[in-house]
């Protein structure tokens, strides 16, 4: 079983910079596909980005793409989510997921929550315009 925690929301501006971590705890995630998502206030939860196994692949939503950055620390068990230019519309609960398949790379449909067997409980984005 894996528990995932996100962690680093909070308050910032239009414009600036937050970056969002979660960290994997029962079994290591080191060979799992991982994913964020997000949910706005009255909204559904929407993919935001994934990131394969080894972390040399990345795929982003096009609203996201160019701004946002995933990465992943194997020996630490944590990915990350690096926003930049943030915009009021990027407020949101963020999750992480994880795909508990071993070297799963980003495969047909990253961006579908079906796909992912672990979530967190989310962090808190808010962007202030």
């Known amino acids: 079983q894996v528990q995932l925690a996100e962690s680093g929301g909070g308050l910032v501006q239009a414009g600036g910079s937050l970056r969002v971590s979660c960290a994997a705890s029962g079994r290591t995630v080191s060979r799992y596909r991982m994913g964020w998502f997000r949910q706005a206030p009255g909204k559904e939860r929407e993919f935001v980005g994934a990131i394969s196994w080894s972390g040399v692949s990345t795929t982003y939503a096009d609203s996201v793409k160019g701004r946002f950055t995933i990465t992943r620390d194997n020996g630490k068990n944590t990915v990350n989510l690096q926003m930049n230019s943030l915009k009021p519309e990027d407020t949101a609960v963020y999750y992480c997921?994880?795909?508990?398949?071993?070297?799963?790379?980003?495969?047909?449909?990253?961006?579908?929550?079906?796909?992912?067997?672990?979530w967190g409980q989310g962090t808190q984005v808010t962007v202030s315009s």
């Open positions: 997921a994880s795909r508990a398949k071993d070297f799963s790379g980003l495969g047909l449909a990253p961006f579908s929550e079906s796909e992912y067997d672990y």
